[in-house]
């Protein structure tokens, strides 16, 4: 398997411009999280699916984020409009169930 | 809702020198999970702690549960500089992963 697949590796974008950033997890994983990573605060749980649903959004910062699982292999994190203070990266991660998360490589996001 | 603060922030060693990072929780916790995260890449899992008291190793690597299950730490004998790189606690309470605040360690050769 090759993982956890996160594009694009690294994004540059205008403050005000839609920014999607899209992951698929490995086959067979259930569990299907987005983090962001910022050296202020961390590494931020934003979502989490169980099964394609989406089953805890309350780390999703503001209504400008927005997250979609329409099918097992494919994941979707949204940000319209982007600002610069949402610059950080971003990490999508899979798990089979309440075991180890596995990590894709990771967004760089940069909102200039 | 629940909050996992590590400590140290950071730590410089000199090589060949133990380093421990500790986890502490203000509830209990049902598992912990330490991962590491090497310099621009991503955090990877190391180990998975379940039982009370529970301690296992990894080569130079030790891991610890607390006996009340609200800590726990990580220590590694005689680092190298392949050691270099942050260190996280994670809980996986109802599937959800949260992460501690990580320790950053630097290992001077």
């Known amino acids: 398997d090759a993982g956890v697949i996160q594009s694009p590796r690294h994004e540059v974008t205008e403050m005000g411009q839609e920014v999607t950033l899209r992951c698929k997890p490995i086959s067979g994983h259930d569990y299907l999280f987005w983090y962001r990573q910022t050296m202020m605060r961390g590494l931020e749980l934003l979502i989490y699916?169980?099964?394609?649903?989406?089953?805890?959004d309350s780390g999703m910062p503001e209504d400008r984020f927005s997250a979609k699982m329409p099918n097992a292999s494919f994941s979707t994190l949204k940000i319209q409009p982007s600002e610069p203070r949402d610059s950080a990266v971003y990490f999508c991660?899979?798990?089979?169930?309440?075991?180890?998360?596995?990590f894709g490589q990771g967004t760089r996001l940069t909102v200039v | 809702g629940q909050q996992v603060m590590q400590i140290p922030q950071y730590q410089h060693v000199q090589e060949g020198e133990d380093f421990t990072t500790y986890c502490n929780s203000s509830?209990?916790?049902?598992?912990i999970q330490w991962y590491k995260q090497r310099p621009g890449g991503h955090p990877v899992f190391l180990i998975q702690l379940v039982k009370s008291g529970e301690v296992k190793k990894q080569k130079r690597l030790t891991f610890q549960f607390g006996e009340a299950k609200k800590n726990s730490s990580l220590h590694i004998t005689a680092t190298q500089t392949t050691d270099v790189g942050t260190y996280f606690c994670?809980?996986?309470?109802?599937?959800?992963?949260?992460f501690g605040t990580g320790t950053r360690l630097k290992v001077l050769a």
């Open positions: 509830t209990t916790l049902s598992n």
């Open positions: 991660a899979s798990a089979p169930r309440n075991t180890e998360a596995f």
């Open positions: 994670s809980y996986s309470g109802t599937y959800k992963y949260i």
């Open positions: 699916f169980n099964n394609n649903v989406p089953i805890d």
